[in-house]
């Protein structure tokens, strides 16, 4: 029974008093940012990478840093459904009945629901990654230079198909992540590319201050165009406990939802947002009361909760098994692996199990105390939605400029957040989307180091990609995504199914 | 000629223009062969694929058929002090030290609210001095200069 043993490993590690003390503050502030809109765990992560470095134990630093995306996606679903707003982008569906339910007086049912369906897809998803990873990280063993380039082939065209919005402007925007990653040191010839002679740029950009840049400034300027009006239903919330027929048609959803959050977890580019919309999409397909849909319909909270809880958790398979970066927020997991010099991919696993199953078992003990969290206590974080939007963003800069500094110690990085504000701003005006654009930053310079060394391998001959067996099936996947997306039935139904998510 | 889809035009331009910055740059850097790649191959080849897909967005941004998106307004006093607070907060930091950096950031940034006020900017100032004093000071022993030079003669 290695399994066992494995997850006795996790027990283990993830028990120390230190890391669960850690587990607790990562899916705390995980709630407390999913329960604030306007704040993401993207920038909640990229804010807190630094103060990592202090942190003995990488083990540790992944266990809260995790804590804090999956605990987002807990705390999202209370603003969507009391206030009617999404704390987090992956709570935008559960705005639609959950918000409803909440008027009818309901919001205590809406909020279990919402709890219970999390923490059944997050103990799904643990185990799924328990299970999977391994067997996966074996095949990753076989991988030479060759897959690896076309696994990210593949991986870029995923994401940008699984995006929402104009596939062309999405590939564009890859492309341009892949060019900045150039900036800096080439590795095989020591030039300094795009640098212009300024020495921190010979270092490359900064990953965190181009997430921050992108995600947490330019965001604040466009919520700073809206203004706000919260309506909130705080005194409401006093009968918690759903009926027997509320769970009867909620458990089939939730079902659903795990299974469908799981498989676009692991998808790259998919993650939590995705398998929401997907979930909710579904459920209102094959209900019986499709009508119901948009005015309280119970389903239409518990799929989506579900969905996206299992997939912030499985998006971590690719991560831990094949060292790939499948979502922005995995590609700052990988920079944290890093700064503890741990290079991710199939060798962790072996390398460092301590970690591995750590993090693992980590994620159950942090679903665990989100409902503790997230149920009882769930009074107290709606109390923090009385905190103004005017007096919240001053602060989320200033966290950001700290951090943004204590990355290197030096102010280049948080001038670097600048530029990096204003290009996010504009994609945002002109309808690109920023996240493919930080993949391809991430995966740039990796990208061309593989190709690099299969191309040396084969002597400069190109169809060694196609001839390997494993890399041609990999870039045909790709290929069909490609073809798939540009069909005209397939564009109207990708239309259709992220209508809303504006 | 009018231009329909004024979104996917400047995406479009937007992303011409760069492809081809970063090939004219990619030009003082050997490309190598495809056997031995030098550090100029990959970003030529990225900026040309840029520069096309750019134009591939462009192109149908003028068709007739093309549907009516304008860009909508761009709040420029907004990004002006957001992205000011910024820069000031990196200038005063090594020199003028953190509570002046801070107070610095909190009151330009804040005016950048449609319903800014003083009393509430001073208040929210103080409390995040003393909270991030306590959590990346004692906490978590980051390290930067908390008071002006002069101050600690250093």
């Given at each position: 029974?290695?399994?066992?043993?494995?997850?006795?490993?996790?027990?283990?590690?993830?028990?120390?008093?230190?890391?669960?003390?850690?587990?607790?503050?990562?899916?705390?502030?995980?709630?407390?940012?999913?329960?604030?809109?306007?704040?993401?765990?993207?920038?909640?992560?990229?804010?807190?990478?630094?103060?990592?470095?202090?942190?003995?134990?990488?083990?540790?630093?992944?266990?809260?840093?995790?804590?804090?995306?999956?605990?987002?996606?807990?705390?999202?679903?209370?603003?969507?459904?009391?206030?009617?707003?999404?704390?987090?982008?992956?709570?935008?569906?559960?705005?639609?009945?959950?918000?409803?339910?909440?008027?009818?007086?309901?919001?205590?049912?809406?909020?279990?629901?919402?709890?219970?369906?999390?923490?059944?897809?997050?103990?799904?998803?643990?185990?799924?990654?328990?299970?999977?990873?391994?067997?996966?990280?074996?095949?990753?063993?076989?991988?030479?230079?060759?897959?690896?380039?076309?696994?990210?082939?593949?991986?870029?065209?995923?994401?940008?198909?699984?995006?929402?919005?104009?596939?062309?402007?999405?590939?564009?925007?890859?492309?341009?992540?892949?060019?900045?990653?150039?900036?800096?040191?080439?590795?095989?010839?020591?030039?300094?590319?795009?640098?212009?002679?300024?020495?921190?740029?010979?270092?490359?950009?900064?990953?965190?201050?181009?997430?921050?840049?992108?995600?947490?400034?330019?965001?604040?300027?466009?919520?700073?165009?809206q203004k706000e009006s919260r309506e909130v239903?705080?005194?409401?919330?006093?009968?918690?406990?759903?009926?027997?027929?509320?769970?009867?048609?909620?458990?089939?959803?939730?079902?659903?939802?795990?299974?469908?959050?799981?498989?676009?977890?692991?998808?790259?580019?998919?993650?939590?947002?995705?398998?929401?919309?997907?979930?909710?999409?579904?459920?209102?397909?094959?209900?019986?009361?499709?009508?119901?849909?948009?005015?309280?319909?119970?389903?239409?909270?518990?799929?989506?909760?579900?969905?996206?809880?299992?997939?912030?958790?499985?998006?971590?398979?690719?991560?831990?098994?094949?060292?790939?970066?499948?979502?922005?927020?995995?590609?700052?997991?990988?920079?944290?692996?890093?700064?503890?010099?741990?290079?991710?991919?199939?060798?962790?696993?072996?390398?460092?199990?301590?970690?591995?199953?750590?993090?693992?078992?980590?994620?159950?003990?942090?679903?665990?105390?989100?409902?503790?969290?997230?149920?009882?206590?769930?009074?107290?974080?709606?109390?923090?939605?009385?905190?103004?939007?005017?007096?919240?963003?001053?602060?989320?800069?200033?966290?950001?400029?700290?951090?943004?500094?204590?990355?290197?110690?030096?102010?280049?990085?948080?001038?670097?957040?600048?530029?990096?504000?204003?290009?996010?701003?504009?994609?945002?005006?002109?309808?690109?989307?920023?996240?493919?654009?930080?993949?391809?930053?991430?995966?740039?310079?990796?990208?061309?180091?593989?190709?690099?060394?299969?191309?040396?391998?084969?002597?400069?001959?190109?169809?060694?990609?196609?001839?390997?067996?494993?890399?041609?099936?990999?870039?045909?996947?790709?290929?069909?995504?490609?073809?798939?997306?540009?069909?005209?039935?397939?564009?109207?139904?990708?239309?259709?199914?992220?209508?809303?998510?504006? | 000629?009018?231009?329909?889809?004024?979104?996917?035009?400047?995406?479009?331009?937007?992303?011409?223009?760069?492809?081809?910055?970063?090939?004219?740059?990619?030009?003082?850097?050997?490309?190598?062969?495809?056997?031995?790649?030098?550090?100029?191959?990959?970003?030529?080849?990225?900026?040309?694929?840029?520069?096309?897909?750019?134009?591939?967005v462009l192109i149908p941004s003028l068709l007739?058929?093309?549907?009516?998106?304008?860009?909508?307004?761009?709040?420029?006093?907004?990004?002006?002090?957001?992205?000011?607070?910024?820069?000031?907060?990196?200038?005063?930091?090594?020199?003028?030290?953190?509570?002046?950096?801070?107070?610095?950031?909190?009151?330009?940034?804040?005016?950048?609210?449609?319903?800014?006020?003083?009393?509430?900017?001073?208040?929210?100032?103080?409390?995040?001095?003393?909270?991030?004093?306590?959590?990346?000071?004692?906490?978590?022993?980051?390290?930067?200069?908390?008071?002006?030079?002069?101050?600690?003669?250093?």
């Open positions: 029974m290695e399994l066992l043993n494995n997850l006795a490993l996790g027990f283990a590690t993830a028990g120390t008093v230190d890391n669960l003390f850690y587990c607790f503050v990562g899916v705390a502030l995980g709630t407390l940012i999913g329960v604030l809109p306007g704040i993401g765990p993207l920038a909640t992560i990229a804010m807190l990478l630094p103060a990592t470095y202090k942190m003995t134990d990488p083990t540790t630093a992944l266990i809260m840093l995790a804590g804090i995306y999956y605990g987002a996606q807990y705390g999202g679903s209370t603003t969507a459904i009391l206030v009617n707003l999404p704390g987090e982008s992956s709570s935008v569906v559960t705005t639609l009945d959950g918000y409803q339910m909440a008027r009818q007086g309901r919001a205590g049912p809406a909020l279990a629901i919402a709890a219970i369906g999390s923490f059944f897809a997050g103990t799904v998803a643990t185990f799924l990654l328990a299970a999977f990873a391994p067997p996966l990280a074996e095949v990753a063993f076989k991988f030479g230079p060759a897959e690896y380039f076309a696994l990210m082939v593949l991986g870029l065209i995923a994401a940008v198909v699984l995006a929402n919005g104009s596939v062309l402007k999405a590939l564009a925007m890859v492309v341009l992540g892949l060019l900045l990653g150039m900036i800096g040191t080439d590795v095989n010839s020591g030039v300094a590319r795009f640098s212009f002679d300024v020495p921190e740029l010979s270092d490359g950009i900064e990953f965190v201050a181009v997430a921050m840049g992108m995600f947490g400034f330019a965001e604040i300027i466009l919520n700073l165009e239903f705080t005194s409401k919330v006093t009968n918690l406990m759903p009926q027997w027929a509320d769970f009867k048609r909620a458990f089939p959803a939730i079902l659903r939802g795990t299974g469908i959050g799981s498989i676009l977890g692991i998808l790259p580019g998919g993650g939590a947002v995705l398998a929401s919309f997907s979930s909710y999409a579904i459920e209102k397909k094959i209900s019986k009361h499709p009508e119901e849909f948009g005015h309280g319909a119970i389903e239409g909270v518990a799929g989506p909760e579900s969905a996206n809880n299992a997939g912030a958790q499985t998006s971590f398979i690719p991560m831990l098994t094949l060292g790939i970066p499948t979502t922005p927020v995995m590609a700052l997991m990988v920079a944290a692996m890093m700064i503890h010099n741990i290079q991710p991919g199939p060798q962790v696993m072996t390398s460092n199990p301590k970690l591995f199953w750590g993090l693992i078992v980590s994620m159950w003990i942090g679903n665990l105390m989100l409902v503790i969290l997230n149920l009882p206590l769930v009074g107290m974080w709606v109390k923090l939605l009385s905190v103004p939007y005017r007096v919240m963003y001053p602060a989320i800069l200033l966290f950001c400029c700290i951090g943004a500094y204590s990355i290197n110690n030096n102010v280049f990085d948080v001038f670097m957040t600048i530029p990096f504000a204003i290009l996010g701003y504009v994609f945002k005006k002109l309808d690109c989307e920023p996240a493919p654009m930080l993949l391809g930053f991430v995966l740039g310079k990796l990208m061309e180091e593989y190709l690099r060394r299969a191309m040396t391998i084969s002597r400069g001959d190109w169809s060694v990609f196609v001839t390997r067996p494993l890399s041609a099936s990999l870039l045909a996947v790709a290929a069909i995504l490609l073809v798939i997306v540009f069909l005209p039935s397939i564009k109207s139904k990708r239309a259709e199914a992220f209508a809303g998510d504006d | 000629m009018r231009i329909r889809n004024q979104r996917d035009f400047w995406a479009g331009v937007l992303f011409i223009v760069t492809g081809l910055i970063f090939m004219v740059l990619s030009r003082q850097y050997n490309v190598g062969t495809s056997a031995k790649m030098g550090p100029g191959f990959f970003p030529m080849a990225l900026g040309g694929l840029m520069a096309l897909l750019g134009l591939m007739s058929k093309a549907e009516v998106l304008k860009v909508t307004k761009i709040e420029t006093r907004m990004i002006l002090l957001v992205l000011a607070a910024v820069a000031v907060y990196a200038f005063a930091l090594p020199k003028l030290g953190f509570i002046v950096a801070l107070f610095a950031l909190i009151g330009i940034s804040s005016m950048a609210s449609h319903e800014f006020d003083l009393k509430t900017t001073v208040i929210s100032s103080v409390v995040l001095l003393a909270f991030s004093w306590l959590v990346f000071v004692k906490g978590l022993e980051l390290q930067f200069p908390f008071l002006p030079t002069f101050l600690t003669n250093n």
